[in-house]
């Protein structure tokens, strides 16, 4: 299959430009559901959807929270993990897509986002913010690094965190591996569209030898 190829330099396009592209490219993109909390002991709970897994020995993940479009501030979480060294991610489910969006939103800080979507407040074990009660997987974590890329409209810091402590809802947790059936997990695409987990296949990765040569 071959296609006619729009050829683009991003230097010379604008954020806005750049971020409806990149947004609609990097598609579906898991939802890192984050919790943490300010040093006067102020909850915070938001949505990111620029996060992926980074390794599993230690134990890593990074997500990546962009400056405010509005005036270009760091967000609420941002300043949070910053200030304590702790943050705890939920996977977004089906079943809570429509209370996560609701805390989208750019409230003023020191707004509980808990409060504000109805979800439910549980201590978490290893780090001071709470848990979501209604998230059938919450990881918690400590922060290992933030490497900021920049300090503009469309920039961001990327969070990198170790896991310490993770939870899993009994249903979606079978002999170690989790059952997507029952995690039911939404991801995010562009504008207001979102992706559910419903249509999967499979397929055997090659089982390729190394090419070793034996001393002589």
């Known amino acids: 299959m071959t296609f006619e190829m729009i050829d683009l330099d ?22 890192a559901f984050v919790s943490t909390i300010s ?39 941002l300043k949070n993990i910053e200030a304590t060294g702790e943050f705890v991610v939920h996977i977004v489910s089906e079943d809570i897509a429509e209370q996560m ?3 989208a939103g750019e409230y003023p800080y020191g707004v509980d986002e808990f409060e504000v979507a109805g979800l439910t407040k549980i201590p978490s074990e290893k780090v001071k913010p709470f848990r979501v009660k209604e998230s059938p ?9 933030i490497v900021s890329l920049g ?11 170790r896991v310490v402590q993770l ?4 249903d979606v947790y079978e002999n170690g591996r989790i059952n997507l059936e029952k995690l039911k997990p939404i991801a995010r695409l562009a504008g207001s569209a979102y992706a559910r987990v419903t249509d999967t296949f499979e397929m055997e990765r090659p ?4 090419n070793v040569t034996s001393p002589s």
């Not at 990111?48 to 967000?75: H, N, Q, W």
């Not at 089982?207 to 190394?210: A, G, L, N, R, Y």
């Open 39 to 77: 040093p006067d002991g102020v909850p915070n709970l938001a949505p990111f959807s620029f996060f992926m897994g980074v390794c599993s020995t230690p134990l890593t993940i990074c997500f990546s929270p962009m400056y405010r479009g509005s005036d270009a501030e760091k967000k609420d979480t």
């Open 207 to 210: 089982s390729v030898k190394p």
């Open 101 to 103: 969006n609701q805390t």
């Open 10 to 31: 991003p230097e010379m396009m604008s954020n806005q430009e750049r971020y409806k592209l990149l947004i609609g490219s990097v598609v579906p993109r898991p939802i």
């Open 137 to 145: 997987i919450q990881m918690e974590c400590k922060l290992h690094q």
């Open 151 to 161: 300090d503009n409209i469309g920039s961001a810091n990327l969070v990198i965190g």
């Open 167 to 170: 939870h899993f809802a009994s």
